[in-house]
């Protein structure tokens, strides 16, 4: 199986999810209006039984963009698509135990009626398991990738994603630790004020939401807090798939922190500084981030039509510059002083080596 294959197999999965998502956003507006769907998306209440939250608004986003990114072999897919895959499965798995947990005379949702628990619940099961097998492929992907990056490597090319610039990858880094310590802190906080026992049950989300694909806050919070991690290891070690990856996670936060901040505005919410400040920097931060990865890319002037950067091996930008006629990256701002380390590295062993051809210098007057 070719990689391109692969790569259009993944593509047209992660559509797929994108579809599950909006279809049961379009069912929500058929069902409640325009009016009635925004009013459920920014104040997180409605009368009866909704299908969606403000979370899915950013979860289709985040589909959709990393299904074309791939279909359409656009650079940083690959971090996208690692964004895509995780969120999917992680906010689409409480509908597994909404379903197994359901029962006549205990309704997990009480008496609220509307969407169907089992349609509903039935197709985000599917998309649970259609993230399974996005993964698998996606791991596939690595293991071409580092195949086809060994052959090329044999035959002194460049090969592998270009690591992101450094004030970059810091920024990101940066934004995801102040993220994760508002995490952190409020699932810490609830912990204290509730009991240990009764914060499980809220992660669970018995009797408390109001929508099928809805999560619990708390549960929301400790998956974020995985994505975040995550995001701040790749931007810390800088590779290939941290761009992607940043931009993916603000695709999925900023729709909804946008929900709550209008909602905080209007007053249909009730606001806290923490809310407020939560949501500001979801938005605003992941905006900022977002302008300079779209600044760093248009220095990246490698053809799109190269690998998926899934964990491929990390070359400097600049680096490609020292490396040979074949390399096709653009020296970064501030990769250049690494690209002329590496070439002094590579010039003085050679040097040495031919130092040791030459004889000796004869001593004076001999």
């Known amino acids: ?63 959709l963009c990393a299904g074309l990114a791939t279909l359409f072999r656009t650079r940083r897919a690959g971090g996208l698509l690692m964004t895509s895959c995780t969120a999917t499965f992680a906010f689409r798995l409480p509908a597994v135990w909404y379903l197994l947990l359901d029962s ?26 259609l993230s399974l097998v996005l993964g698998g492929l996606l791991l596939l992907v690595r293991h071409m990738e580092y195949e086809a990056a060994a052959e090329t490597a044999a035959a002194n090319t460049v090969t592998g994603g270009v690591r992101p610039v450094k004030v970059t990858a810091a920024a990101s880094g940066l934004l995801l630790a102040v993220l994760n310590v508002f995490y952190i802190g409020r699932n810490a906080v609830t912990a204290v004020e509730v009991g240990p026992a009764a914060l499980t049950d809220l992660i669970v989300g018995k009797g408390s939401g109001q929508a099928v694909l809805a999560v619990p806050s708390p549960y929301q919070w400790v998956c974020l807090t995985v994505l975040c991690g995550v995001g701040m290891l790749l931007a810390a070690r800088r590779r290939p798939t941290a761009h992607g990856f940043s ?13 709550d901040l209008w909602g905080y505005a209007v007053g249909t919410n009730p606001a806290t500084a923490v809310d407020v400040s939560q ?56 990769d250049e002083a690494d690209g002329a380390r590496a070439a002094v590295e590579a010039a003085v062993p050679a040097g040495r080596a031919a130092g040791e051809d030459r004889p000796a210098p004869e001593a004076p007057g001999a």
């Open 247 to 259: 931009v993916g996670l603000s695709l999925f936060m900023m729709p909804s922190a946008f929900t």
């Open 104 to 129: 006549p005379s205990d309704p997990w949702f009480g008496t609220l009626e509307g969407a169907s628990l089992s349609a509903v619940g039935g197709t985000a099961v599917l998309a649970v398991v």
């Open 279 to 334: 949501a500001l920097l979801e938005f605003v931060g992941s905006a900022a981030v977002v302008a300079l990865i779209v600044g760093d890319l248009r220095g990246d002037r490698r053809p799109d039509d190269a690998d998926l950067d899934v964990l491929a091996p990390a070359v400097p930008q600049g680096a490609a510059t020292a490396t040979g006629p074949s390399a096709t990256a653009t020296p970064g701002r501030d």
């Open 1 to 63: 199986m070719s990689i391109d294959r692969v790569r259009i197999a993944v593509a047209w999965l992660s559509l797929a999810l994108f579809v599950q998502t909006a279809f049961w956003l379009l069912y929500d507006v058929a069902t409640r209006g325009l009016p009635g769907a925004w009013s459920l998306w920014t104040t997180g209440s409605a009368p009866g039984l909704s299908a969606t939250s403000s979370l899915d608004l950013g979860l289709a986003a985040l589909q």
